[in-house]
């Protein structure tokens, strides 16, 4: 399979714990986009990479949260002293720029996390 | 200014009907427009995109019409199928100071296609 990936699938933390998702995203794939879905509302975006560089972030981002792609491959996504307001589904997506594209973004399956 | 509204809600049509689904937006600077779906427990699929160059594409069963005067663009999915049923989101995207092109989804409308 050389879709998105995603792990875990599931995470359930209480809160004030520490929790980190990785995203694996097509292998061509130069940008690297992180959004967070509520149930029954649209992805918002979070944050946004071009290769290993962060080059957007929402204000939906606080400072509690923070994003990686160390070698412009795979990317994590921490959340410090998680409260109940960040359970949600954090969803990856990548893209390839190139000329003529005008960004396909493709998503993975999502992790969904219960802080309790 | 970077909403994008979709309606209705939640849509139920008997087999074979053509559902529509509208989105509208504000921001004239938004240049994208795809269409995803998304089954339970799934991450969104892309399903076809448009440009505003454009007032019309289809991919298969699937149709976007675009109105760049209205600032409003649709999807309709022709003889629909009861393995339609998901849940269908438009998105607009623009070009950033920071080269993203963030996508900015509609509310998401729960489509049911009855056998």
């Known amino acids: 399979d050389t879709g998105v990936s995603q792990n875990p699938r599931h995470k359930i933390t209480k809160r004030g714990q520490n929790v980190t998702f990785r995203c694996d995203p097509i292998?061509?794939?130069?940008?690297l986009y992180w959004y967070r879905q509520t149930l029954g509302q649209g992805p918002e975006f979070l944050t946004y990479?071009?290769?290993?560089?962060?080059?957007?972030k929402s204000r939906l981002l606080s400072d509690r949260f923070s994003a990686e792609r160390p070698k412009g491959s795979f990317s994590t996504l921490e959340i410090q002293r998680t409260e109940q307001g960040d359970s949600a589904m954090y969803l990856c997506?990548?893209?390839?720029?190139?000329?003529?594209?005008?960004?396909?973004?493709?998503f993975g399956p999502g992790t969904r996390l219960t802080v309790t | 200014q970077q909403q994008v509204k979709q309606s209705p809600q939640s849509l139920i049509v008997q087999k074979g009907g053509i559902p529509i689904i509208n989105c509208a937006y504000e921001?004239?600077?938004?240049?994208?427009f795809p269409w995803y779906q998304q089954f339970p427990g799934k991450g969104p699929a892309l399903l076809i995109a448009?440009?505003?160059?454009?007032s019309e594409k289809k991919e298969g069963r699937f149709t976007i019409s675009f109105n760049k005067s209205a600032k409003q663009f649709s999807l309709h999915i022709m003889d629909s199928q009861p393995g339609d049923s998901a849940t269908y989101f438009c998105?607009?995207?623009?070009?950033?100071?920071?080269?993203?092109?963030?996508?900015?989804f509609g509310s998401g409308t729960q489509l049911t296609v009855l056998p």
């Open positions: 997506a990548s893209s390839f720029r190139g000329t003529g594209i005008m960004n396909e973004q493709y």
């Open positions: 292998s061509e794939h130069n940008r």
């Open positions: 990479f071009q290769n290993e560089a962060q080059l957007e």
């Open positions: 921001n004239t600077a938004f240049d994208y």
């Open positions: 448009i440009r505003p160059d454009v």
């Open positions: 998105a607009a995207s623009k070009a950033s100071s920071g080269s993203a092109r963030q996508l900015t």
